[in-house]
């Protein structure tokens, strides 16, 4: 998908322990901002998540201008 979106902000969560994941996400441009502790249910367990976000502002940062958000980067 090669479009891109006005919004100000765009978050998601990730189990803490999928390294592969968070490195991903970091090298597309989001900084993780905190553990929501037992916030996901998943395989019968309660889990942790990392909240990770990138704001329009971080995007423009690494680019040197002010731009939309690409889709691509999720």
Known sequence: MRSATE???LWLGVFPEN???RLA???AGFISEGVARG???FGGVQRDEM???ILRADG???SGRS???AATTL
Do not use: Q, V
Request: no cysteine; hydrophobic share 55%.
């Open 19 to 21: 390294l592969r994941a």
């Open 7 to 9: 919004a100000h902000r």
């Open 25 to 27: 996400y970091e090298s």
């Open 60 to 62: 423009a940062k690494a």
């Open 39 to 41: 916030a996901a249910f």
């Open 67 to 69: 731009r939309p958000i």
């Open 51 to 53: 909240i990770m976000a």
